[in-house]
């Protein structure tokens, strides 16, 4: 748990609205994500990217209780640049300490030089700082390069997806009894989306749940909701598809298919869409 020395900032930076979000009860603690932040503190960056609905602020404020240093947010809607300095001079009271700065990527807007935002608050920061950037695609910096510099550390959906010990906790924390074979059957049916397994625990039949279920219509259709129309006519009619190709796409669209990236533009959605 958070150690005294963080309390004060972090309280501080709560009433300024640049605290982490508060952890609710039911919440599963994935452990092995939290310690392996915990011990990359030498790693100036972090990346933790994945859909909506993998836990992506979950884990990153399970992260931020487990560790001593002061965490200051910056949420969407804010622009960044201008934010990260009174983020950060709000979560150090005390003067030069470490702290853990966390870019929410959907405050990254496509105008703003990401890199340079990114070097800029690394560069700022005491020693023993990080920045952590969090979103639902890959922001628009040198990955490769960092990870080959081990200046990176990189959290995607195959870590955030739960397995079915991570399954069996959740479930256990609903108050939903399965056994283990329904267990394996669920992540099966969901492939570890957190959201997904969140919304069958609340059904009839979680191992039964299905895309026509009320709730899981509703929260696929608010994904669904930025794309372009062009995009979800192509979606809708691509939808008999059990894995997306070109080839694929260009014969179940005809000419309609086009230039269209449909798969990247899922993904720059946020829609779950896994890479075979």
Do not use: N
Request: charge should be positive; aromatic fraction near 2%.
């Amino acid at each position: 748990m958070r150690s005294t020395a963080g309390v004060v900032p972090i309280a501080r930076a709560r009433r300024a609205g640049h605290a982490p979000p508060g952890i609710r009860a039911g919440d599963v603690v994935r452990a092995g994500l939290v310690e392996r932040l915990v011990a990359a503190s030498d790693v100036p960056l972090v990346v933790v990217e994945a859909p909506a609905g993998y836990g992506k602020t979950t884990l990153l404020s399970h992260w931020a209780d487990a560790d001593p240093r002061a965490f200051a947010w910056v949420a969407p809607g804010r622009r960044p640049g201008s934010a990260v300095a009174d983020a950060v001079t709000t979560a150090m009271p005390r003067g030069p300490e470490p702290v853990v700065l966390v870019l929410d990527g959907s405050g990254i807007a496509a105008g703003d030089d990401a890199a340079g935002l990114v070097d800029g608050a690394i560069g700022c920061l005491p020693a023993g700082s990080q920045v952590v950037v969090a979103g639902r695609a890959a922001p628009a910096l040198p990955l490769g390069r960092l990870a080959a510099e081990r200046r990176l550390l990189r959290i995607g959906t195959g870590d955030l997806a739960f397995d079915e010990q991570a399954t069996a906790r959740l479930s256990a924390a609903a108050g939903v009894a399965l056994t283990a074979a329904q267990v394996r059957r669920l992540v099966r049916r969901t492939e570890g989306w957190p959201a997904a397994l969140t919304l069958a625990l609340g059904a009839a039949d979680p191992t039964g749940i299905r895309g026509d279920d009320p709730r899981m219509a509703a929260y696929v259709r608010e994904l669904l909701a930025p794309l372009p129309p062009r995009t979800l006519a192509l979606l809708a009619r691509s939808a008999v598809l059990e894995r997306m190709s070109p080839r694929a796409l260009r014969v179940v669209l005809g000419p309609d298919a086009g230039d269209d990236d449909l798969p990247g533009a899922l993904r720059s959605a946020g829609v779950p869409v896994v890479a075979l």
